[in-house]
């Protein structure tokens, strides 16, 4: 290190102090690796602080009975053992894999559906207007769209109203607090909120697809399903890999829709991981169970994502 | 997945396992949290002049309740060295907030609080004994402070750690137009002639009971309305104050539950009721959607604003004639943070609540609710023919008849979330029967306790 310093370049008689090529060329990849350090200092700084610390922290915390005040209790795994066995938090574990369905699966399937009928029209002002209504819940904050749907879902609801303008007034219910379509309901919120998302990554994929694809596959005597199968799946691959990625992240640590709309009713139909980390660390003040559950979830959203992470680069799995 | 992390770069891994490494051992040293057992000094000297010298008192309240500030700013015209900063949040979020605000370098001196004996556990409440003994609070009748004591992990006994803005009753309001249309002249007087009531309605087309069961439970309610009357009180009290041996599973829960259940299959709750929060049932009621709706008095000057000269109130009824009543009631518990830096200013206004004339008339026309304090103070009348002049004599009734009992849900920290909640939820939708709520109930209670 002394002998780097000492050799470094001085100005005028730099020319005979001159180090070896590798000495040079390894300190210049110091001193930039160095600099390049500095940059990211501040932002390392604050991961460091506000995301690693916290992930330890919660990883500690995990391993403790703790009410969040006082003296906390080494428990071991104890907590962990709760979140595997106890049936009513193994059914909230089993929520959030429900919702996976309606805030992944439906957004995409549906978001392939419309981005293939709008491909056609993305283009001027029409396309600018169909892309923004499409876009719309995703702008709309999670609580507001909460709330309408909450209205819209009411047992004097629009679509209550709705239904017996039609003469379906037998199957109107309060979707949102009855235990067979609470869930459901929920899902379908998240849904709506996701599908716009969906659908504007999928039109931006459609249009970076070489047309000559399409024409190809027309002279080869493709219908529109063909040319669907054959041509536009194929090429969305990494689009609907972000999709499935965000939506299913987006599933399983749902918070918002269920906190406004239900409140996790009712009885646990409708609490999610999200939900039941909060209650338990704010109102239940068991802090240690909390993080276990927060740590479980996280290996989860990793568990679920990881695979689709690399099917969509196209690795071999 | 095995697979996966087998292929996640050797480095990274390294990068990653190390940081951990270094972040567990950096934290994992000392185990969390503090011991604050020693931080409570022995109150031996305070004082019951509140001087001239400029004092800012910090206080934490319940939004959508204007008593505390309206008292607040009374409280600072009669005194004027002393001001108020006043912050406001719903009572569920105060709920969640307290322990971490009080145990903070930033507590405020007065608070809102929600159940008190696991703050006391950990030492965040002043203890008020001296100045129970200061002022004299043993002329309040002993009933009404009750409560607000906690002794050895139990309430009811025990040292002071509260005191109440306003003393709340609970019972059962009603729309004077359904309830001619009905052909009820009177409030009942037996539960059975209450029932008989929630039967014509129905028949009659009305909505026999408007009561929300969303987020918090609000069928809880009626349940214990009706828990009261089917046994002995003392038993619902010494649960709700964790005496030993104390049970939920008694004749007498199980006989509210099936009540509520056979209301629930009978229609006299809305089919929606589990999806109707708080301020949606009162919405609903003041449109005229319902006959009964179970709340307290602290509605009261909303109701007159609301719907003038339409809405009447009764304490619920006893189940045979002639029998003592018995409401929920409860004080507007406020406490002094054990961290307060003006404690003593904080007792002298909380003294004054209770004995100003000027403070306890705001008590009645803002809070709704009797204002408690020495027995030989007038209490202020409300205006004639409001509901709130009703809700006032119902709670002077109750003071008489000695039938204040606390309410079940504030037995333990998360008895209405883990427990009362999910279950009535689940109970009038079929999903739950009498007898599985009742050992839920207690199951939760258990388990809270043991911890």
């Known amino acids: ?317 | 997945m095995a697979d996966m992390l087998t292929k996640f770069p050797r480095r990274r891994t390294v990068l990653l396992a190390s940081l951990l490494a270094v972040g567990m051992t950096a934290t994992a040293c000392s185990a969390p949290g503090e011991d604050r057992s020693s931080t409570q000094k022995s109150d031996a000297a305070v004082k019951t002049e509140l001087g001239t010298d400029p004092i800012t008192l910090e206080m934490y309240a319940e939004t959508g309740f204007p008593l505390a500030k309206a008292l607040a700013d009374e409280f600072s015209k009669q005194h004027s060295n002393v001001t108020f900063n006043i912050r406001e949040d719903q009572f569920t979020v105060i709920v969640e907030n307290a322990p971490r605000v009080m145990a903070s370098d930033n507590s405020p001196d007065i608070i809102r609080l929600p159940t008190m004996v696991d703050l006391v556990k950990d030492d965040l409440l002043k203890n008020l004994d001296p100045y129970f003994t200061a002022y004299g609070w043993d002329k309040f009748p002993a009933s009404q402070l009750m409560q607000l004591r906690v002794g050895e992990n139990t309430r009811g006994t025990g040292s002071l750690y509260g005191m109440g803005l306003g003393y709340s009753v609970t019972g059962v309001f009603y729309n004077k137009k359904l309830a001619s249309q009905i052909g009820m002249t009177q409030p009942p007087a037996t539960v059975a002639e209450f029932e008989e009531l929630l039967a014509k309605a129905k028949a009659g087309g009305v909505q026999p009971i408007m009561q929300f069961n969303k987020n918090t439970a609000g069928i809880n309610f009626p349940h214990q309305a009706l828990q009261n009357q089917f046994g002995d009180p003392t038993q619902v009290a010494d649960w709700i104050f964790q005496k030993p041996g104390a049970t939920f599973d008694t004749p007498a829960a199980l006989k509210a539950t099936q009540t509520i259940q056979k209301w629930a299959q009978a229609g006299y709750f809305t089919k929606d009721a589990n999806a109707l929060d708080y301020a949606g049932m009162v919405g609903e009621f003041q449109k005229g959607n319902g006959l009964f709706m179970f709340n307290g008095d602290w509605e009261s000057a909303n109701l007159d604003k609301s719907m003038p000269g339409n809405v009447g109130f009764f304490l619920f009824p006893t189940e045979s004639p002639g029998g003592k009543h018995v409401a929920m009631s409860a004080p507007n518990t406020f406490g002094v943070s054990a961290k307060a830096k003006n404690p003593d200013a904080a007792a002298y206004f909380l003294n004054w609540v209770h004995t100003n004339a000027k403070a306890r008339e705001i008590s009645v026309t803002v809070g709704g609710s009797s204002p408690g304090g020495p027995s030989d103070l007038p209490v202020p009348s409300a205006a004639p023919n409001t509901v709130l002049a009703e809700t006032l004599k119902a709670s002077q009734q109750l003071g008489a008849e000695n039938g204040a009992v606390d309410f079940t849900a504030n037995a333990t920290g998360g008895i209405f979330a883990a427990a009362i909640t999910p279950e009535m939820q689940k109970l009038i939708a079929g999903q739950q029967t009498p007898e599985g709520y009742v050992k839920a109930v207690q199951a939760e209670y258990q388990k809270e306790l043991s911890r």
């Not at chain 1, 780097?4 to 001159?18: F, Q």
């Not at chain 1, 819940?137 to 209205?151: F, M």
């Not at chain 1, 235990?179 to 999928?202: E, H, N, S």
């Open chain 1, 1 to 317: 290190m002394t002998s780097a310093l000492g050799s470094a370049p001085t100005g005028r008689d730099d020319s005979r102090a001159r180090p070896t090529p590798t000495r040079a060329h390894r300190f210049r990849w110091a001193r930039a690796a160095g600099t390049g350090w500095l940059y990211v200092l501040p932002a390392l700084v604050m991961y460091a602080v506000f995301v690693l610390r916290p992930l330890v922290l919660t990883l500690q915390y995990s391993l403790y009975d703790w009410n969040g005040i006082g003296v906390a209790r080494w428990v071991g795994l104890d907590n962990y053992l709760t979140v595997f066995t106890d049936s009513d938090l193994l059914k909230i574990i089993g929520n959030a894999i429900v919702l996976i369905v309606f805030f992944s699966f439906i957004p995409v399937a549906l978001g392939l559906l419309v981005a293939s009928m709008v491909r056609r029209i993305t283009t001027g002002a029409f396309g600018t207007v169909v892309r923004t209504i499409l876009f719309l819940p995703q702008v709309i904050p999670l609580v507001a769209a909460g709330i309408a749907w909450s209205w819209l879902l009411s047992s004097n609801g629009l679509v209550n109203q709705a239904l017996r303008a039609v003469g379906l007034g037998g199957v109107a219910r309060a979707w949102l607090g009855d235990f067979d379509t609470a869930l459901p309901a929920v899902g379908v919120i998240g849904a709506w909120v996701l599908l716009g998302l969906c659908t504007i990554l999928l039109v931006t994929g459609m249009s970076k697809i070489d047309p000559a694809l399409y024409e190809a596959a027309r002279l080869d005597g493709a219908g529109p399903v063909r040319e669907f199968l054959a041509v536009t799946l194929p090429s969305l691959r990494q689009e609907i890999g972000v999709c499935l990625t965000v939506t299913i992240i987006a599933a399983l640590a749902s918070f918002d829709i269920v906190y406004i709309s239900t409140s996790g009713g009712p009885g646990l139909q409708t609490t999610v991981p999200g939900l039941e980390i909060y209650r338990l660390a704010f109102s239940q003040r068991q802090v240690g169970l909390a993080s276990a559950l927060a740590v479980v979830l996280m290996l989860l959203v990793l568990a679920c994502v990881l695979p689709i992470q690399r099917l969509s680069r196209g690795e071999k799995p």
